[in-house]
């Protein structure tokens, strides 16, 4: 079992205020709104979520779950988040379940054992990393009983997006998994610069242009933490379109700190 890095921190470590708090970001002004229904659409191959804690994110992050949850539950969630703490792999999986206040979340172990046999698997790398831990409550919030297939990013090169996006697909081959990427964007930059660097991305995002995503953040230098998960998102999921939902930063959410601002956008991509 992996257990909680970040509870009480990031999100309420109380199973009911927990509730209360997921249920609040869909309700809040910059969210969504909850989910009108549970679909079986299932066009959505691959999300994009920020993983800040909820009180700043949250509220972003509800865009991209309340539209999986109206396109429908897939079998499984690949959850792509990048490394803050320096594990030792260029991309490095998790086999042990993920307890949550809202309970053990379960691996999918089919696609787990086949991913396994292409990136290392390392329960302990894991240990400290909220990238993955955070999108857990969220999809536990829509999904009664989900799967998912953590996976820590630390080399977020466009090889390295290859490498992952092509083992996630053979991985995930003939199976209904949507590819969740955890990024935040630009980082402790005056909002109005922060609007003006990440529109610059979200663009390419948008285009769907990987390169050119890559190119916006080497060029400008654009503290974007998980621009190798979006680009494995992308390149394992292969989507017709991919739409912005929500952009947003932590000024609009905690109206703290005008000139160091941490941005936020929520997409999801489809077949």
Not at 4 to 15: E, I, L, S
Not at 62 to 76: C, N, S, T, V, W
Not at 79 to 106: N, Q, R, W
């Amino acid at each position: 079992m992996r257990y909680p890095a970040v509870a009480g921190r990031f999100y309420p470590a109380d199973k009911g205020m927990l509730l209360a708090n997921i249920e609040g970001c869909f309700l809040h002004h910059l969210g969504p709104g909850l989910p009108d229904h549970i679909g079986s659409e299932r066009s959505i191959s691959a999300a994009i979520a920020p993983h800040a804690g909820y009180t700043a994110s949250g509220m972003n992050a509800a865009h991209a779950y309340r539209k999986i949850a109206e396109d429908g539950l897939p079998e499984a969630y690949i959850l792509i988040g990048p490394d803050h703490h320096g594990v030792p792999y260029s991309a490095v999986m998790c086999e042990e379940e993920f307890l949550t206040p809202l309970g053990p979340c379960k691996i999918h172990e089919d696609i787990a054992a086949e991913l396994k046999e292409m990136i290392p698997s390392d329960c302990g790398a894991h240990r400290y990393e909220h990238s993955i831990e955070v999108q857990i409550p969220f999809i536990q919030f829509i999904d009664e009983d989900p799967r998912i297939v953590p996976i820590i990013m630390r080399d977020q090169s466009k090889a390295s997006a290859e490498k992952l996006a092509a083992a996630i697909k053979k991985a995930c081959g003939g199976r209904d998994a949507v590819i969740i990427a955890s990024s935040d964007m630009a980082h402790y930059v005056p909002k109005d610069t922060a609007e003006r660097l990440n529109s610059m991305v979200l663009e390419k995002i948008g285009e769907k242009d990987v390169d050119g995503m890559y190119s916006a953040v080497e060029k400008n230098r654009i503290s974007v933490c998980g621009y190798g998960p979006m680009a494995a998102a992308m390149l394992g999921s292969e989507p017709s379109r991919i739409e912005i939902l929500k952009y947003s930063d932590s000024w609009d959410s905690l109206e703290y700190d005008i000139r160091s601002v941490v941005g936020y956008c929520s997409a999801v991509m489809y077949r």
